[in-house]
C-alpha cells in the first residue's frame, strides 16, 4: 500500500473504503492479489452493468485491436464509429420511437456529457439560468457542480457556482406537498426571484442523492411546466441509465420526451470511458468545432458499446432479467429492513438501483465496512451517506445475490441487533 500513500494524491476516496489491490476481476467478482474473492456491488459506480470482461464484449475489442482498428481520432468517421451509430439508432433508439435524436460525442465522461447539455440549452434559449434538484448530482467540473447539491464536492469546486435555482425533488417534503405546483409559483411569480431558466436538469432516479425515485407523474408534470415556459427538459441518465432501472432509459414507458438525455457510465458495455448527448434535431444549433475535446469519440468504447446493443437488447429478454432479479434483491433488501431495527430501515429505488436507508451515515458506513470484510464490495449514498446502496452487475446470477444479501443480513445484524442476541426468522 505504501507506493498509493506516498505518491498518489489525498483527493482518492474509493481505495480507502476497500484498502486491498485488486487484480482481476470476472462478471460480478473482484479478486485481490491474494487471491481473496470479492461479489462486486459497486460495479465502478454504475460503469459495469455487464460485468467486469464479459466475454463476448472482450472477444469483440481484442479483434478489434488485434486488425489494428483506430484507437483514437479525434472526431473523425471511423468504422467503429459508423457500427455505433448503427446499432444505436436500429436497436436502442428507433424501436423507442427516438430516431430523431441526434448524437453528440463529447468528452469522455458524464460531467463532460452535463457541461455540453447546459452549454447547449443555454446557447439555444438564450438564458443562463437553470433549474436543478435537492439531492442531485451531475459532476464535479464547474457547470456540472454548479447543478450539483451535494455540500461536499460544492466545497471543493474554490470558486463561486453560479446560475443555478434549486428546486425540490419528486416527495422532497412528502407526499402530501406537490413540488412541481412550487415550481410553478415560482416561475410565474415575476418578484420571485427566479430567472426563466433555459432548461431543467433531471434524474428519474437520483443515484448519489440516496435513490430518491420520481414517479412518472412528477415527470410530466414536469415536462408540462417546461413546455409552458420554454424551458429545455434535460434528463440526466448517467448511472440510471442504460438497463440499470429495468429498461435502458429510466424514463421509458413514463410518457416523457426529453429534449436532452447524457449518457455515459454503461455506455461503453465494457467499463470504458464514454459519454454522449442526445439532442432533438432542432436544437443542434452548434458550429462546427464550437464543443470539441481531444478525446470526444472512443473507438475502443464504440466497439464494446455496439456488441452490447447486439448482445442484451435484441429482445426484451435482457430488461426483464433486470426486472425480476432486481425483485429478488428487494424482497431480500425488504427481508433484512424487517429483521432488523425494524421501522428505522426501508428500502429505496428502481429496478437493479436499490438500496437500505438507514437512520444515519455512521451506521450505514459501519454496515459496508463490516460487509467488505465479509467479501462484499459496497457503497453507501445519500444527503448524510446514509443508504446502503446495491449497484451490482446487471448479469449477477441469483447465487450471487443471494450470498451477497446473506453478508448484508450479517453486517446489519451486527450493527442493529443487540449483541450476541440470535437473529429472528423471516
Known amino acids: 500500500m505504501e507506493i498509493f500513500k506516498q ?39 454504475g460503469t459495469l452493468n455487464y460485468g ?17 482498428g483506430l484507437t483514437h481520432g479525434l472526431d473523425m468517421y471511423s468504422k467503429a464509429k459508423e457500427r455505433f451509430l448503427e446499432t444505436f439508432n436500429r436497436i436502442i433508439l428507433k424501436p423507442r420511437g427516438m430516431q430523431d435524436y441526434l448524437v453528440q460525442f463529447t468528452g469522455p465522461t458524464g460531467t463532460n456529457a452535463v457541461e455540453a447539455a447546459l452549454k447547449l440549452a443555454r446557447k439555444v434559449t438564450g438564458r443562463s439560468n437553470v433549474i436543478s434538484f435537492t439531492n442531485g448530482f451531475h459532476g464535479c467540473s464547474l457547470a456540472a457542480l454548479a447543478a450539483t447539491g451535494n455540500e461536499h ?3 471543493g469546486a474554490g470558486t463561486a457556482l453560479n446560475d443555478v435555482s434549486r428546486m425540490p425533488y419528486a416527495n422532497y417534503f412528502g407526499k402530501e406537498v406537490s413540488t412541481i405546483a412550487m415550481m410553478k409559483k415560482l416561475l410565474e411569480d415575476p418578484s420571485s426571484g427566479v430567472d426563466t431558466p433555459a432548461a431543467v436538469i433531471v434524474e428519474v432516479v437520483q443515484g448519489e442523492g440516496g435513490l430518491n425515485t420520481a414517479s412518472a407523474d412528477w415527470l410530466r408534470q414536469l415536462e408540462k411546466l417546461c413546455r409552458q415556459h420554454g424551458m429545455l427538459l434535460i434528463v440526466d441518465d448517467i448511472q440510471a441509465g442504460c438497463g440499470r432501472t429495468g429498461s435502458f432509459f429510466s424514463f421509458e414507458d413514463m410518457g416523457v420526451q426529453p429534449d436532452i438525455v447524457t449518457l455515459s457510465k454503461s455506455l461503453s458495455g465494457y467499463g470504458l470511458p464514454f459519454a454522449v448527448v442526445l439532442l432533438k434535431n432542432e436544437l443542434d444549433q452548434w458550429k462546427p468545432g ?24 435484441q429482445s426484451e429478454d435482457f ?24 421501522s428505522k430501515l426501508f428500502v429505496k429505488g428502481r429496478g437493479m438501483m436499490l438500496g437500505i ?4 451515515g455512521e451506521s450505514a458506513g459501519r454496515i459496508c465496512e463490516l460487509a467488505f470484510g465479509k467479501g462484499l464490495v459496497i ?29 448484508l443480513d450479517e453486517a446489519f445484524a451486527e450493527v442493529f441487533d443487540d449483541a450476541g442476541s440470535t437473529r429472528k426468522a423471516s
Open 7 to 45: 505518491n498518489e494524491s489525498g483527493v482518492r476516496s474509493y481505495c480507502r473504503s476497500f484498502p486491498v489491490v485488486f487484480n482481476k476481476a470476472l462478471g460480478a467478482e473482484l479478486f485481490s492479489a491474494d487471491g481473496t474473492r470479492y461479489i462486486d456491488f459497486l460495479a465502478g459506480a
Open 52 to 68: 467486469h470482461n464479459h466475454p463476448v464484449l472482450k472477444q469483440a475489442l481484442l479483434d478489434y485491436i488485434e486488425n489494428d
Open 153 to 155: 464536492h460544492r466545497g
Open 290 to 313: 464550437e464543443h470539441n475535446g481531444t478525446f470526444r469519440g472512443n473507438n475502443h468504447a464504440f466497439v464494446t458499446a455496439a456488441a452490447a446493443f447486439e448482445h442484451f437488447w
Open 319 to 342: 430488461a426483464l432479467s433486470v426486472r425480476e432479479k432486481g425483485q429478488r434483491i428487494r424482497i431480500r433488501m425488504e427481508q433484512i429492513a424487517r429483521r432488523h431495527a425494524g
Open 357 to 360: 436507508s438507514c437512520p444515519d
Open 379 to 407: 457503497e453507501t449514498s445519500g444527503n448524510h451517506s446514509q443508504v446502503v446502496k446495491c449497484l451490482c452487475p446487471l448479469v449477477i446470477s441469483e447465487e450471487q445475490i443471494d450470498r451477497a444479501m446473506d453478508i
